[in-house]
T-cell receptor
Framework: EAGVAQSPRYKIIEKRQSVAFWCNPI?????LYWYQQILGQGPKLLIQ????????DSQLPKDRFSAERLKGVDSTLKIQPAKLEDSAVYLC?????????????FGPGTRLTVT | GIQVEQSPPDLILQEGANSTLRCNFS?????LQWFHQNPWGQLINLFY???GTKQNGRLSATTVATERYSLLYISSSQTTDSGVYFC????????????FGTGTRLQVTL
């Protein structure tokens, strides 16, 4: 069974530029999560989707971050404009949906460096 | 929000040694997962263990939800066990949001 796929794996941009990350969850997983992991810390949830609806985006900096999951499968996370403090690894995870909670599985992450 | 503390923060072992990692959480949970983050950054699922005891090879885990802690045991450690170990919990009554602990950085030497 294929795991969570993410691309790109690495990205270097200058501050004030924009960037987008892509995630494809495990087949059959209706819940998708984006986490941000700053160096030396544990991941922190940015946004959670169930199918194509947002369940929790309370920690998403909405002035610069946006995310969508239009067809309830893959998802895109965008940052515009980027700041130096956005340098981090962006992890996508997925899980089953139902009366859970269910085990979450993580992709390999996208390492973003903002210069 | 819920607080998740892990100990010790750093651990150096010689290959073959055993170790116990601890995770304390401040509120009731209905999900707890242990992860190993390898040197390439990949989070690898070790255990999904909201309560009870599980074993997988050289690793085992125990969660005592009523006392708000979980333990991860590593026996006969190998150099490939090096990396950061995270526990993560979902607080009861919330959606599936995982709150991660502070992590334990393990280095296994020859």
């Amino acid at each position: 069974e294929a795991g969570v796929a993410q691309s790109p794996r690495y990205k270097i941009i200058e501050k004030r530029q924009s960037v987008a990350f892509w995630c494809n969850p495990i087949s059959g997983h209706a819940t998708l999560y984006w986490y941000q992991q700053i160096l030396g810390q544990g991941p922190k949830l940015l946004i959670q989707f169930q199918n194509n609806g947002v369940v929790d985006d309370s920690q998403l900096p909405k002035d610069r971050f946006s995310a969508e999951r239009l067809k309830g499968v893959d998802s895109t996370l965008k940052i515009q404009p980027a700041k130096l403090e956005d340098s981090a690894v962006y992890l996508c995870a997925s899980s089953l949906t139902g009366t859970g909670p269910y085990e979450q599985y993580f992709g390999p992450g996208t390492r973003l460096t903002v210069t | 929000g819920i607080q998740v503390e892990q100990s010790p923060p750093d651990l150096i072992l010689q290959e073959g040694a055993n170790s116990t990692l601890r995770c304390n959480f401040s509120d009731s949970v209905n999900n707890l997962q242990w992860f190993h983050q390898n040197p390439w950054g990949q989070l690898i699922n070790l255990f999904y263990i909201p309560s009870g005891t599980k074993q997988n090879g050289r690793l085992s885990a125990t969660t005592v939800a009523t006392e708000r802690y979980s333990l991860l045991y590593i026996s006969s450690s190998q150099t490939t066990d090096s990396g950061v170990y995270f526990c993560a919990v979902v607080m009861t009554g919330t959606a599936s949001k995982l709150t991660f602990g502070t992590g334990t950085r393990l280095q296994v030497t020859l």
